[in-house]
């Protein structure tokens, strides 16, 4: 009996100096053991933390006195390498400084100042922007904004409209506006009418405009029936190449054609269901 309690005696000494051993050299708390960065702590708790000899403890108090901001900032977290893994932990403006999630202290603007939408802070270019928005969208001081409505200076090389800016694929302009557009140099320009010596339209119609994704791009541009064929704007033939009754467009075999008539039908060129006459 007195062996057993002796036994215990020197276990529970030994799990207490244990413990002891691995306290946070910071004051904070142990969360994790095993780290090597502080990124791997971010799993274990929701506080601001930090990597200390192979512990991960919270940071306490802004962490310890021998951890400041450079920038003169309040340390909130530690372990960072973009601005964007700061964000989570705290509401302020902030920014990675030397692996430091830091408060800014120069507290810049909450605004976009080209009048559109905050989407995320701490940025130091355009291109870390991207992610947080399917929108044309930019840099402005720190700050990830949406591109508004443009100023009247800038000009599309294209001679189209200039709708927004801040683009880097011809799916981010859409939502600006319901003409054919591309996105040229970072500006979402309308595409023009055609000239005639832009490419003819495959199923002989006449060519409106380009840059269309969508048929309903194109209805803008013509009062006649339209498709959208390769990226221009084409005019639907009055008329089948074969003689025939044009009873639809959009074919690629005529057995997706025979729901529209209930005559002879075939799939020509361009796309154009055509009776067999």
Do not use: H, W
């Amino acid at each position: 009996m007195r062996s057993t309690v002796l036994f215990a005696s020197i276990a529970s000494l030994f799990v207490a100096e244990l413990v002891d051993s691995q306290q946070c050299g910071n004051g904070g708390i142990l969360v994790a053991r095993g780290c090597s960065t502080s990124s791997q702590c971010t799993l274990y708790t929701t506080c601001p933390v930090t990597c200390l000899n192979g512990l991960c403890c919270t940071v306490s108090g802004g962490g310890s006195s021998s951890t400041k901001c450079s920038n003169g900032g309040q340390l909130v977290a530690t372990g960072c390498s973009s601005a964007a893994q700061c964000a989570a932990y705290t509401n302020k403006p902030v920014m990675c400084v030397a692996g430091n999630c830091c408060t800014s202290s120069e507290s810049p603007p909450t605004t976009c100042s080209n009048g559109g939408q905050l989407v995320a802070k701490g940025c130091a270019t355009t291109a870390q922007c991207t992610a947080y928005t399917n929108k044309p969208v930019q840099c402005l001081a720190g700050l990830c904004c949406t591109t508004s409505s443009v100023s009247p200076p800038s000009a599309c090389s294209n001679g189209g409209q200039l709708v927004a800016t801040g683009c880097t694929t011809a799916a981010q302009c859409t939502p600006y506006t319901n003409s054919p557009v591309q996105c040229l140099n970072g500006q979402c320009c309308t595409t023009p009418s055609v000239t005639p010596s832009q490419p003819r339209c495959p199923n002989g119609g006449q060519p409106v405009a380009t840059g269309c994704t969508t048929a309903a791009q194109c209805a803008s541009y013509t009062k006649d029936p339209v498709q959208c064929l390769s990226g221009i704007c084409c005019t639907v033939p009055p008329k089948c190449a074969n003689g025939g009754q044009l009873v639809a467009v959009g074919c690629t075999n005529s057995s997706q054609c025979t729901a529209y008539t209930s005559s002879p039908v075939t799939c020509l060129s361009g796309g154009l269901c055509c009776t067999v006459s």
